[in-house]
């Protein structure tokens, strides 16, 4: 079926689908990670916010509601440096267009 401007809707659809399971495999592939009060606390996510692996220096042990707070801003840290990550390459991919509430 063809469009105006003679765009054919099957490629579009075809290249959307193509662009989709790209970036399944690069949010898959993607790391970030952040850390939290001065390196206490280190965590490492993916693109799918799995968190892969949580670092804790052992003397921070001591201090359990604060640990828990550090832990949970590292987690948090890593979703949005995910968010950002991937709205950038979505933006790229879509020629630096911006897509409120995606992510």
């Known amino acids: ?23 399944a495999k690069d949010m898959e592939a993607l790391r970030v990670d952040a850390t939290a009060g001065g390196g206490i606390v280190k965590v490492e996510m993916n693109g799918n916010k799995e968190v892969l692996s949580i670092k804790i220096d052992p003397e921070a042990a001591s201090d359990v509601e604060m640990l828990q707070d550090l832990v ?11 968010d950002e990550t991937m709205q950038n390459k979505l933006g790229g991919a879509l020629g630096g267009m911006k897509i409120p509430g995606l992510m």
Request: proline residues 3%.
């Open 1 to 23: 079926m063809k469009l105006p401007g003679g765009m054919n809707l099957q490629q579009m659809m075809k290249q959307a689908q193509k662009m989709q399971e790209q970036m």
């Open 72 to 82: 949970v801003a590292a987690i948090n840290e890593c979703g949005r440096k995910v």
